[in-house]
């Protein structure tokens, strides 16, 4: 009523202009000043279109609403639309539009939302919702002139760049790799890589350095969008400093990890053949926790949650597969070189477990479990070479594969290429590389 009340008024005043100076012309005042006349009446017509149109678009600008709210603990996007105003109606119509392109039900908890209302009407009325689907795409959904809604999923731009995180392990390496931007997959590959020789639950602890070097794509506010190619990993522990490079050897499909002279990071036989685990009991004299005496404990025991995957710690063949009395449900691995491993106590074996199949190194051939005298869930593992148990824990294997030949010149220009990118990014950051972390799922390579 007031933008009304003073366009009004601005008329009136504009009209009495233009009558005042027809007045003076008509009584000569302005003699032979036709122009100017002319000209200063389009100017005040002209600061009154201005004037108007400015109102206008204040009155439309101050009636909008936005609305940040972020997803409380528990809370469905429904619930949220109904605590920020909007009417169950509204509610309802927003979230079948939505439903359309993304399942509301995957929001998190501390996610932000975008709501946008108008009030020209007096009261709130919803007219769009907007929040990250995932790092690199955003859903919206706006009332459409029907009173409707139409929802759309937009995709954002990504940027790609070498990513390099170095820094000091804090809680734990997972914890401290995540925080800095990396993902699960990394973590992975970097666990993958020292699994031969690194206890992850004894042997790192807060102050170790480590450091990965990943291919990323990153969304306009720095979220990890997705992953490529590893590159290289290192890990300073108390058990001394190792690196690796990612390479594709001639005639391989994969990559592998070798160190800086080419030797295969892999071992014959895998020291820890889970993920995850807690070095429970170790091997020898121990008290059985069962039969209440001290007894030669021949293997290493993992405590792991039910479910856990178990893993062959090498290449072999499958000599048993089933129940075995106190071990429970067992599987048994025939190696190479008068090698073999035993896990036992397992839930359930990996499809297709059975005698005679042959497996390979860091297959899924098991389920840890608590069958067979066991007081939980946990992995037995036991290592045999020639029929006598041996300790998995201070067992030394050989290398795997190590490059020669063309292979090992090829490798070595690689590993020169990833020397030189970790030598930029560790100008540009030389402390630490710390990349916005990634939220949802992302893609691999």
């Given amino acids: 009523m007031k933008a009304e009340r003073g366009l009004a008024a601005f008329g009136v005043m504009a009209a009495a202009a233009v009558i005042g100076l027809t007045l003076a012309w008509n009584a000569g005042l302005f003699s032979g000043a036709a122009d100017a006349a002319a000209a200063e009446v389009a100017a005040v017509r ?41 009417s169950s109606a509204e509610t309802s119509a927003a979230l079948a539009s939505i439903d359309d392109v993304y399942n509301p039900r995957r929001l998190r908890p501390g996610q932000q939302v975008s709501l946008f209302f108008d ?11 907007a929040f990250r689907s995932e790092p690199g795409a955003s859903v919206t959904a706006n009332r459409t002139t029907s009173g409707g809604f139409a929802a759309r999923e937009v995709l954002m731009p990504v940027t790609f760049e070498i990513a390099r995180i170095a820094a ?13 931007g990396a993902t699960d997959r990394e973590v992975a590959a970097l666990a993958d ?22 291919e990323r794509y990153y969304d306009d506010e720095g979220n990890t969008v997705r992953t490529g190619n590893m590159l290289f990993v290192s890990l300073e522990s108390g058990r001394g400093s190792r690196a690796f490079y990612s390479f594709i050897a001639p005639g391989d499909a994969q990559p592998d990890w070798y160190d800086a002279d080419g030797k295969s990071a892999r071992r014959f036989l895998m020291k820890t053949p889970i993920n995850g685990a807690r070095l429970s009991s170790g091997f020898g004299m121990r008290r059985h926790p069962i039969l209440g005496f001290s007894r030669m404990h021949r293997g290493t025991d993992f405590a792991a949650p039910t479910g856990t995957p178990i ?14 009395g106190s071990y429970g449900n067992y599987v048994r691995i025939r190696h190479a070189n ?10 359930r074996f990996g499809r297709g477990m059975r005698a005679g199949v042959r497996v390979r190194q860091g297959q899924v051939i098991g ?40 292979s090992l010149e090829l490798f070595m220009i690689e590993r020169e290429r990833i020397d030189t990118l970790r030598q930029v990014r560790a100008r540009e950051t030389p402390v630490v590389h710390q990349v916005a972390p990634a939220s949802g799922d992302v893609g691999t390579r």
């Fill in 119 to 129: 009030r020209r009407t007096g009261a709130a009325r919803l007219t769009g919702v």
């Fill in 311 to 324: 893993l062959a710690a090498g290449d072999g063949a499958i000599v048993r597969a089933g129940p075995n």
């Fill in 367 to 406: 389920y840890v479990g608590t069958t067979g005298r066991s007081t939980g869930p946990h992995l037995h593992y036991e290592v045999m070479l020639r029929g006598r148990q041996m300790n998995p824990m201070t067992l030394r294997v050989a290398n795997g594969r190590n490059l020669d030949g063309r």
């Fill in 168 to 180: 000091p392990v804090e809680t734990s390496l997972y914890a401290s790799a995540l925080q800095l």
């Fill in 338 to 347: 008068g090698y073999e491993t035993s896990y036992a106590h397992l839930s």
């Fill in 193 to 214: 890589a020292f699994a031969y020789d690194v206890d992850f639950q004894r042997d790192v602890r807060p102050g170790d350095d480590f450091e990965i070097v990943f």
């Fill in 46 to 86: 002209e600061e009154a279109a201005r004037r108007a149109e400015h109102l206008a678009f204040t009155e439309v600008y101050l009636a909008h609403e936005e609305r940040e709210l972020r997803v409380a603990s528990g809370e469905t996007l429904a619930g949220l639309l109904i605590r920020a105003g909007a």
